[in-house]
Protein backbone atom coordinates (compact mmCIF):
# COMPACT_ATOMS: atom_id res chain seq x y z
CA UNK A 1 0.00 0.00 0.00
CA UNK A 2 1.53 3.56 -1.36
CA UNK A 3 -0.23 6.79 0.74
CA UNK A 4 0.89 9.96 0.56
CA UNK A 5 -0.74 13.62 1.25
CA UNK A 6 -3.36 13.45 -1.46
CA UNK A 7 -3.42 9.71 -2.72
CA UNK A 8 -3.75 6.01 -1.45
CA UNK A 9 -2.57 3.02 -3.59
CA UNK A 10 -3.43 -0.50 -2.69
CA UNK A 11 -3.42 -3.56 -5.39
CA UNK A 12 -6.19 -6.16 -5.43
CA UNK A 13 -8.11 -8.58 -7.78
CA UNK A 14 -11.38 -9.04 -8.83
CA UNK A 15 -13.60 -10.87 -11.33
CA UNK A 16 -15.27 -8.13 -13.58
CA UNK A 17 -18.12 -8.38 -16.29
CA UNK A 18 -17.60 -5.65 -19.09
CA UNK A 19 -19.65 -4.33 -21.91
CA UNK A 20 -19.14 -1.57 -24.33
CA UNK A 21 -21.76 0.03 -25.54
CA UNK A 22 -22.77 1.36 -29.07
CA UNK A 23 -24.92 4.84 -29.83
CA UNK A 24 -27.77 2.12 -30.94
CA UNK A 25 -27.93 0.96 -27.27
CA UNK A 26 -28.00 4.52 -25.82
CA UNK A 27 -30.79 5.75 -28.17
CA UNK A 28 -32.81 6.83 -25.04
CA UNK A 29 -30.29 9.74 -24.36
CA UNK A 30 -31.70 11.44 -27.98
CA UNK A 31 -35.13 12.05 -26.10
CA UNK A 32 -32.92 12.73 -22.37
CA UNK A 33 -34.31 9.57 -21.39
CA UNK A 34 -31.69 9.40 -18.51
CA UNK A 35 -34.05 7.90 -15.87
CA UNK A 36 -35.12 4.63 -18.38
CA UNK A 37 -31.21 4.16 -19.44
CA UNK A 38 -30.29 3.92 -16.33
CA UNK A 39 -32.95 1.32 -14.68
CA UNK A 40 -31.49 -0.51 -17.26
CA UNK A 41 -27.78 -1.11 -15.18
CA UNK A 42 -28.76 0.26 -11.90
CA UNK A 43 -31.52 -0.80 -9.21
CA UNK A 44 -33.86 1.69 -9.29
CA UNK A 45 -34.44 1.17 -5.32
CA UNK A 46 -30.80 1.19 -4.84
CA UNK A 47 -29.09 4.70 -4.63
CA UNK A 48 -26.11 6.12 -7.24
CA UNK A 49 -24.65 8.80 -7.64
CA UNK A 50 -22.86 10.24 -10.80
CA UNK A 51 -21.01 13.21 -12.26
CA UNK A 52 -21.44 14.38 -15.88
CA UNK A 53 -19.00 16.83 -17.55
CA UNK A 54 -21.51 19.80 -19.54
CA UNK A 55 -20.48 21.67 -22.37
CA UNK A 56 -20.51 24.44 -19.45
CA UNK A 57 -19.32 23.14 -16.01
CA UNK A 58 -19.31 19.60 -14.17
CA UNK A 59 -21.96 19.18 -11.89
CA UNK A 60 -23.30 15.85 -10.02
CA UNK A 61 -26.03 14.26 -8.92
CA UNK A 62 -28.06 10.94 -7.26
CA UNK A 63 -30.08 8.72 -8.98
CA UNK A 64 -32.66 6.77 -6.90
CA UNK A 65 -36.08 5.12 -6.77
CA UNK A 66 -36.06 5.64 -11.04
CA UNK A 67 -35.53 9.37 -9.95
CA UNK A 68 -32.97 12.03 -10.69
CA UNK A 69 -31.84 14.60 -8.30
CA UNK A 70 -30.25 17.37 -8.87
CA UNK A 71 -28.57 20.07 -6.92
CA UNK A 72 -30.68 23.86 -7.52
CA UNK A 73 -31.76 24.28 -11.23
CA UNK A 74 -28.74 21.82 -12.24
CA UNK A 75 -30.31 19.25 -15.18
CA UNK A 76 -28.87 16.81 -17.63
CA UNK A 77 -29.15 17.93 -21.57
CA UNK A 78 -27.95 15.27 -23.89
CA UNK A 79 -27.15 18.63 -26.14
CA UNK A 80 -24.63 19.78 -24.06
CA UNK A 81 -23.30 16.56 -22.53
CA UNK A 82 -19.83 15.28 -23.04
CA UNK A 83 -19.11 12.67 -20.32
CA UNK A 84 -21.04 11.11 -17.44
CA UNK A 85 -20.07 8.51 -14.87
CA UNK A 86 -22.70 7.03 -13.05
CA UNK A 87 -21.67 4.80 -10.77
CA UNK A 88 -22.15 2.76 -7.34
CA UNK A 89 -20.16 0.69 -4.92
CA UNK A 90 -19.80 -2.36 -7.25
CA UNK A 91 -20.12 -1.02 -11.03
CA UNK A 92 -20.12 1.63 -13.24
CA UNK A 93 -22.21 2.79 -16.72
CA UNK A 94 -19.89 5.84 -18.37
CA UNK A 95 -20.92 7.34 -21.40
CA UNK A 96 -18.99 9.75 -23.97
CA UNK A 97 -19.79 12.06 -26.67
CA UNK A 98 -18.37 10.52 -30.30
CA UNK A 99 -18.81 12.47 -33.50
CA UNK A 100 -22.16 10.63 -34.22
CA UNK A 101 -23.32 10.28 -31.10
CA UNK A 102 -22.78 8.35 -27.94
CA UNK A 103 -20.59 5.44 -27.00
CA UNK A 104 -20.88 3.65 -23.20
CA UNK A 105 -18.89 1.18 -21.13
CA UNK A 106 -20.50 -0.79 -18.65
CA UNK A 107 -18.53 -2.29 -15.81
CA UNK A 108 -19.63 -4.59 -12.73
CA UNK A 109 -16.92 -6.33 -10.27
CA UNK A 110 -17.75 -9.12 -8.14
CA UNK A 111 -17.66 -7.81 -4.79
CA UNK A 112 -20.54 -9.09 -2.49
CA UNK A 113 -23.31 -9.79 -4.46
CA UNK A 114 -22.63 -12.80 -6.29
CA UNK A 115 -26.46 -12.83 -7.79
CA UNK A 116 -26.22 -9.75 -9.45
CA UNK A 117 -22.75 -10.30 -10.52
CA UNK A 118 -24.08 -13.65 -12.60
CA UNK A 119 -27.18 -12.12 -14.09
CA UNK A 120 -24.60 -9.94 -16.11
CA UNK A 121 -24.06 -12.90 -19.00
CA UNK A 122 -24.98 -11.52 -22.63
CA UNK A 123 -22.60 -9.91 -24.65
CA UNK A 124 -20.43 -8.98 -21.62
CA UNK A 125 -16.77 -9.74 -21.60
CA UNK A 126 -15.71 -12.00 -18.39
CA UNK A 127 -12.48 -11.05 -17.00
CA UNK A 128 -10.21 -11.40 -14.27
CA UNK A 129 -8.06 -8.03 -13.09
CA UNK A 130 -5.11 -6.64 -11.35
CA UNK A 131 -6.81 -3.57 -9.55
CA UNK A 132 -5.42 -0.68 -8.05
CA UNK A 133 -7.35 0.91 -5.39
CA UNK A 134 -6.67 4.93 -5.47
CA UNK A 135 -8.61 7.26 -3.10
CA UNK A 136 -7.94 10.67 -4.28
CA UNK A 137 -8.32 13.61 -2.07
CA UNK A 138 -10.73 16.56 -3.37
CA UNK A 139 -9.80 20.10 -2.93
CA UNK A 140 -12.54 21.61 -0.28
CA UNK A 141 -11.63 23.08 3.68
CA UNK A 142 -15.17 24.64 4.01
CA UNK A 143 -18.61 23.94 3.80
CA UNK A 144 -20.25 26.65 1.66
CA UNK A 145 -23.83 25.17 1.77
CA UNK A 146 -25.77 22.17 2.09
CA UNK A 147 -29.30 20.41 1.82
CA UNK A 148 -30.74 16.95 2.67
CA UNK A 149 -29.11 15.19 -0.46
CA UNK A 150 -25.98 17.97 -1.63
CA UNK A 151 -22.96 19.52 -0.03
CA UNK A 152 -20.83 21.97 -1.68
CA UNK A 153 -17.42 22.51 -0.33
CA UNK A 154 -15.32 25.08 -1.18
CA UNK A 155 -11.63 26.29 -0.21
CA UNK A 156 -9.67 29.94 -0.19
CA UNK A 157 -8.04 29.29 -3.07
CA UNK A 158 -11.48 29.60 -5.05
CA UNK A 159 -12.06 26.03 -5.78
CA UNK A 160 -15.94 25.26 -5.27
CA UNK A 161 -17.45 21.56 -5.57
CA UNK A 162 -21.09 20.03 -4.85
CA UNK A 163 -20.79 16.85 -3.99
CA UNK A 164 -24.16 14.50 -3.32
CA UNK A 165 -22.87 13.57 -0.27
CA UNK A 166 -24.17 14.55 3.55
CA UNK A 167 -22.85 14.21 7.39
CA UNK A 168 -19.35 15.95 6.39
CA UNK A 169 -17.83 17.04 9.82
CA UNK A 170 -16.98 20.26 10.76
CA UNK A 171 -15.21 22.46 13.17
CA UNK A 172 -16.55 25.55 14.92
CA UNK A 173 -14.67 27.77 12.62
CA UNK A 174 -16.47 25.64 9.93
CA UNK A 175 -13.41 24.17 9.00
CA UNK A 176 -13.80 20.28 7.48
CA UNK A 177 -12.59 17.72 10.20
CA UNK A 178 -11.69 15.24 7.41
CA UNK A 179 -11.16 15.51 3.98
CA UNK A 180 -13.39 14.45 1.07
CA UNK A 181 -11.82 11.10 -0.94
CA UNK A 182 -13.07 9.87 -4.90
CA UNK A 183 -12.22 5.98 -4.70
CA UNK A 184 -11.52 4.81 -7.77
CA UNK A 185 -11.02 1.15 -9.25
CA UNK A 186 -7.68 1.46 -12.28
CA UNK A 187 -7.76 -1.72 -14.19
CA UNK A 188 -4.45 -3.46 -14.94
CA UNK A 189 -3.47 -5.66 -17.97
CA UNK A 190 -0.38 -7.45 -19.46
CA UNK A 191 0.64 -7.88 -22.91
CA UNK A 192 2.26 -11.01 -24.32
CA UNK A 193 5.40 -10.44 -22.60
CA UNK A 194 3.95 -9.23 -18.97
CA UNK A 195 4.35 -5.54 -19.16
CA UNK A 196 1.06 -3.90 -17.07
CA UNK A 197 -0.69 -1.01 -18.24
CA UNK A 198 -3.75 0.89 -17.23
CA UNK A 199 -6.28 0.63 -19.61
CA UNK A 200 -9.86 1.60 -17.68
CA UNK A 201 -10.84 2.89 -14.71
CA UNK A 202 -13.90 3.61 -12.97
CA UNK A 203 -15.14 5.67 -10.05
CA UNK A 204 -16.75 3.41 -6.82
CA UNK A 205 -17.34 6.19 -4.24
CA UNK A 206 -16.87 9.14 -2.66
CA UNK A 207 -15.62 9.13 0.84
CA UNK A 208 -15.83 11.16 4.05
CA UNK A 209 -12.00 9.38 4.79
CA UNK A 210 -10.51 6.69 3.07
CA UNK A 211 -10.58 3.14 4.15
CA UNK A 212 -8.40 0.40 2.22
Known amino acids: MFINENTALQCIHLESMRKILNNNELKLIDNNEFESLFNIFFDKNHKSIFFAWLDYKVISGIFENSNLYFY ?3 LLDKKYLQKIRIFDIS ?3 MIWRV ?3 FKGRFIIDHIN ?3 EFN ?4 N ?3 CDFD ?3 AYQKLFGTKIKESNNKFTTITEDRGTTITLPLTGISTDKNNEIKHPVWLKTYNYVERNSIDQATYF ?4 VELCKKYKM
Open 91 to 93: KEL
Open 131 to 133: VIS
Open 113 to 115: NEN
Open 119 to 122: CYTD
Open 124 to 126: YEK
Open 200 to 203: DCRF
Open 72 to 74: KDN
Open 99 to 101: KDG
